[in-house]
């Protein structure tokens, strides 16, 4: 509600800007103070934020450094190669799977089983009269390392499946640079370069569409 005889568009006014104001103060609040403190999230995600698809043709080029049409030059492109690496996927650490094999013996339910059927075979050493602490030591130890080998082969087959993403990138592209249309392996290929996309193609990086004749995707 306003009041009579106040103007409506100085409270508007003054409104935005203690709105403005608050948020800058948040702002201010959310970065680094010192040294050594960690960035806020916030900040990273702007940092990764896709802009590319925002901006016009021409001024994607003039950002990028390229010509929609000649594409990169072959110098241009081996110098941006040799500073961003190549177009494949980082491979993760490889551990030995031996050490992955142990390492499941190592969680919070398979220690508890552990040390109840080392307490059953302790119980048995002590009174061997009866079996029944000696049958149940070899049931919990089997169902510890039944619950690891399951495990170890639930974790190798989910990395098996993750090393079949690397054949999802296509070994060619077709470029231009210097003005002429080139094939390349897709490993070579930088930003800013402009590739020629055909009817079957795999898409062999990030790109942004600036033509396109009668497209259709098939996102199955």
């Not at 072959?74 to 390492?103: F, I, Q």
């Not at 307490?119 to 039944?146: A, E, K, M, P, R």
Request: aromatic letters at 8%; charged letters at 30%.
């Amino acid at each position: 509600m306003v009041k009579e005889g106040v103007n409506e568009l100085d409270v508007a006014r003054q409104f935005s800007e203690t709105s403005a104001k608050v948020s800058e103060a948040i702002e201010q609040k959310k970065k680094p103070g010192k040294k050594g403190e960690q960035a806020d999230p916030e900040d990273l995600k702007k940092e990764l934020e896709m802009w590319q698809h925002k901006c016009s043709v021409e001024e994607l080029c003039d950002k990028l450094g390229t010509h929609p049409d000649n594409g990169l030059t072959s110098e241009d492109a081996k110098k941006r190669l040799d500073s961003d690496g190549p177009n494949v996927l980082s491979p993760p650490k490889v551990t030995p799977w031996w050490l992955k094999l142990l390492l499941q013996f190592t969680d919070f339910f398979s220690m508890l089983l552990s040390a109840a059927a080392i307490l059953c075979f302790i119980g048995y050493g002590l009174d061997n009269s009866t079996q029944d602490n000696l049958y149940l030591g070899c049931v919990l130890t089997g169902v510890v390392i039944v619950t690891a080998l399951f495990s170890f082969w639930q974790e190798f087959k989910s990395e098996k499946t993750m090393e079949a993403f690397k054949n999802f990138l296509p070994p060619q592209a077709l470029v231009h640079r210097d003005g002429k249309q080139l094939q390349i392996p897709a490993k070579d290929l930088v930003v800013g370069d402009v590739v020629d996309v055909k009817l079957g193609d795999k898409i062999p990086a990030d790109l942004r569409i600036i033509k396109n004749a009668k497209l259709k995707v098939d996102n199955s």
